[in-house]
């Protein structure tokens, strides 16, 4: 069978089955009854409408593929074979078509995709999207892969296929629709909190949502964060729904109008100050002692540094060297300096031999960081065994913001220079 050429829609199998004959408006009162016995005792695990035989009405029996009419009733719970008695009801061998609803989606691509060839189990789900990365090997399958993925699940509309790594500065991936609608414009739901987006236009990972937990753990309401690299905002937002003030920023155009389109769906427009542009520019008026008068007092210090931008952020850090010195002494003090929580990459396995890399690395943007310093070291992702992805907390060093300022600053022009200031209620 060469799988490519399936029609899955009308996909439909004849087997012989072996199982237990039930009048249908009998079967779903005996299944309750028996629920355990027949699950997990002895194992079936289909129901399967056998239309009308011999003139009777419509009859479901329940199967399992290896099961044999010999085996009864010997090898079948007594407590079922009773019943079985009792309620005047035999146990048969069939011929049955089965169809995609006697299936799940791994069952059934288990069958579809060649021996060998690994089945691709995990997906994303983005709103409407289905999101794989499929290998190299599954690529010939993926339009079986995508017609069952939108079977099997009502709410998946479109099925993606991501075809490269993320390379570009904004950090979106490029798709190819495999089955479905070509819509890549959704809601995704988190929690409470709901984010419009295009898969295409914006960069978007809902497996990041636990990892977003761990960081809003650190915030406290009231205070202030900064969320230099915020794509649509699934951070921000939520942390000014937990009453904290929020600066967020991204330099794509695309993630900055969904930003905005999201603070007023969730209903957050005093709490954002939203900017469209490079995060040093960002980090450079905020801490001008001039420009940031024309903010609110809120938005004017921050407490928390979230950045995440993987590919650099521990390099990155060095904007923050020398803040007690450019910054308003009003404003900034030795005892408020904020929290950083950087993600970036590290080619190590053991966490000493990580915590190690990461010294070095941070020491030559922050000469005074002390491993000692570190709140939290978070694996968030293994790449491959030797590259892991990683979040680090740490306070900034009294040593370091009282420091000479960076002088190494690499503006990235953005497409728009945009800020949308809070709604002050
Ligand atoms: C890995 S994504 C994270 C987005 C968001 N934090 C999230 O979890 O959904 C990194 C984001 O950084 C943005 N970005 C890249 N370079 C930037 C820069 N120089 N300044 C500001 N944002 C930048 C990209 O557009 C992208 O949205």
Redesign the pocket.
């Known amino acids: 069978m060469d799988c490519k050429e399936i029609d899955i829609q009308n996909y439909k199998e004849e087997i012989q089955l072996c199982g237990l004959k039930l009048a249908k408006e009998k079967a779903n009162s005996f299944i309750e009854q028996h629920r355990k016995l027949i699950f997990e005792k002895m194992n079936f695990n289909k129901v399967v409408n056998l239309g009308a035989i011999d003139g009777e009405d419509l009859r479901l029996i329940f199967l399992k593929q290896d099961l044999q009419e010999q085996d009864f009733p010997e090898k079948w719970p007594k407590d079922l074979v009773d019943d079985i008695y009792k309620n005047n009801l035999s146990v048969i061998t069939q011929k049955c078509y089965l169809t995609l609803d006697n299936y799940s989606s791994i069952e059934l691509l288990s069958k579809l995709i060649p021996c060998g060839i690994p089945i691709p189990t995990g997906y994303e789900i983005v709103g409407h999207i289905a999101h794989f990365n499929l290998t190299h090997q599954q690529l010939p399958y993926k339009k079986i892969i995508g017609e069952t993925i939108l079977h099997k699940n009502k709410c998946i509309k479109t099925v993606v296929n991501k075809l490269e790594k993320?390379h570009n500065?904004?950090?979106?991936p490029e798709l190819e629709v495999i089955a479905g609608e070509n819509n890549l414009e959704t809601i995704h739901k988190e929690g409470k909190f709901v984010f419009h987006l295009n898969f295409e236009k914006?960069?978007?990972?809902s497996r990041?949502q636990v990892e977003?937990d761990r960081i809003l753990s650190y915030l406290k309401p009231n205070q202030t964060a900064l969320?230099?690299?915020?794509?649509?905002?699934?951070?921000s937002i939520r942390a000014a729904k937990m009453g904290c003030n929020v600066i967020c920023?991204?330099?794509?155009p695309h993630?900055y109008d969904y930003l905005l389109i999201n603070r007023n769906k969730n209903k957050v427009e005093d709490k954002l100050l939203c900017f469209n542009?490079?995060?040093?520019k960002?980090v450079d008026i905020i801490l001008n002692p001039i420009s940031v008068k024309k903010y609110p007092k809120n938005f004017q210090h921050f407490d928390h540094v979230?950045m995440?931008?993987?590919v650099n952020n521990i390099e990155f850090c060095d904007v923050f060297l020398g803040l007690l010195k450019k910054s308003d002494p009003e404003i900034w003090k030795t005892d408020n300096l904020p929290i950083i929580h950087a993600?970036g990459f590290v080619k190590q396995s053991s966490y000493e031999d990580c915590i190690s890399e990461i010294e070095i690395r941070i020491k030559k943007t922050l000469p005074n960081f002390v491993k000692e310093s570190i709140l939290q070291f978070q694996v968030i992702k293994n790449v491959n065994p030797h590259l892991q992805m990683f979040c680090m907390s740490f306070p900034l060093s009294i040593e370091d913001a009282l420091s000479d300022p960076s002088k190494a600053y690499q503006y990235?022009k953005?497409e728009r220079e945009e800020e949308s200031l809070p709604l002050i209620k």
């Open positions: 993320l500065v904004y950090r979106t914006v960069y978007w990972c990041l977003r969320d230099l690299f915020c794509g649509i905002g699934p951070f920023n991204d330099l794509n993630a542009n490079d995060a040093r960002v979230y995440n931008l993987p993600t990235i953005p």
